[in-house]
């Protein structure tokens, strides 16, 4: 059985840094297609970053240069750190993952809660 289980939330100030931390059980995390998504009250979720397993990456325009995702394959986890949080970026951070032969993310953690506000 797949879990993924996000960590690392929290409330900071705008100009802050958090690490988001997920970590997996039921796959491994070097060998499928992890990615990270947001949801903001009232508004869609969005793709955030995404990780191949060949450790290609890939982020949206919003987070670029301020975002940064990796993986550590010994203990399987997926990170996100974060540096320069902005207010928009409050939202619930999720984990998720899915296999090479789907565009489908079928693997999905519970949230973590991410606020930026002064």
């Known amino acids: 059985r797949v879990q993924l289980v996000e960590s690392g939330g929290g409330s900071v100030q705008p100009g802050g840094s958090l690490r988001l931390s997920c970590a997996a059980s039921?796959?491994?995390?070097?060998?499928?297609?992890m990615g990270w998504f947001r949801q903001a009250p009232g508004k869609e979720r969005d793709r955030v970053a995404v990780?191949?397993?060949?450790?290609?990456?890939s982020y949206a325009n919003s987070v670029t240069g301020r975002f940064t995702i990796s993986r550590d394959n010994a203990k399987n986890t997926l990170y996100l750190q974060i540096h320069s949080l902005k207010p928009e970026d409050t939202a619930m951070y999720y984990c998720?993952?899915?296999?090479?032969?789907?565009?489908?993310?079928?693997?999905w953690g519970q949230g973590t809660q991410v606020t930026v506000s002064s």
């Open positions: 998720a993952a899915r296999p090479w032969y789907t565009t489908v993310f079928p693997y």
């Open positions: 039921g796959l491994t995390v070097g060998s499928i297609y």
């Open positions: 990780i191949g397993s060949d450790g290609s990456t």
